[in-house]
């Protein structure tokens, strides 16, 4: 499994935690928050899609330094 691979991988999981939330809402399954409550950024969820998608992009940044190298 190269860098890329699991730099897709982690980029796909973050965007999914940062997705779920609002596929929820647009269902009905789980209600709008009040405007301005900051209760998204305070979602554990929130910060899981945070840290993979960072860490998808730190690791994409170092497989392209290393030229395709296998």
Known sequence: ???EQIALGL???GF???GWPI???LRGAAPAEAP???ASLRSPLWWAG???TAAAIFLQRMASQQGGAP
């Open 16 to 18: 999914a935690c940062f």
């Open 50 to 52: 945070f840290v993979l």
């Open 23 to 25: 596929l929820q809402r």
């Open 36 to 38: 301005g409550s900051g």
């Open 11 to 13: 980029g796909v999981a």
């Open 1 to 3: 499994m190269t860098l």
